[in-house]
């Protein structure tokens, strides 16, 4: 059996979580950041999706459903005056008119976990890549190039050690 990715199997194990809170998967919850902006993504964590109880009678348009959003007191007003955006953003990230509406719950939010410092690359394979741009001419050529032979030298060494493990 070939090892897959941590990322591949987390959908199967939170997928019961997040279903009883009424989200469809991870997406909102995973990227609330890049929805809502980073300042109130660290401030604000969405709780659940409140869908209605009544399905729509054939013909007639669907009830949006209710965004419910945990929020610290102190952003609690901003949240709410930035609410219709919120809910628009949320609505285009999942390509649809989903949600029509935003509750707020006040409490503590837990901080986002730090990310983790960049790799670096050794200072040979620095000088290597530099070494074989050097003889380009343009210097926005050059360095974009540079750029790229760090970032492929990176990913390199980072699969060498995944393969070596």
Sequence with gaps: MAAKPLAELIDDCIAPALAAQGF??????????????????ARSRPLK??????RPAPGEASEPATLVVRVESAFALEMQQLGPLVVERVNTHLGWRAVGKLVLKQGPVAAPAPPKPA????AASVARVEQQVAPIADEGLRDALARLG???????????????S
Excluded at 119 to 122: G, H, I, N, R
Excluded at 150 to 164: F, N
Aim: hydrophobic share 40%; charged share 35%.
């Design 24 to 41: 469809a998967g991870r997406a909102i919850v995973s990227l609330w950041p890049e929805i809502v902006g980073e300042r109130l993504g």
């Design 49 to 54: 999706i409140d869908w209605p109880r009544r």
């Design 119 to 122: 790799p670096v690359l050794d």
């Design 150 to 164: 760090r970032a492929v030298a990176l990913e390199t060494r980072k699969r060498g050690h995944d393969t070596a």
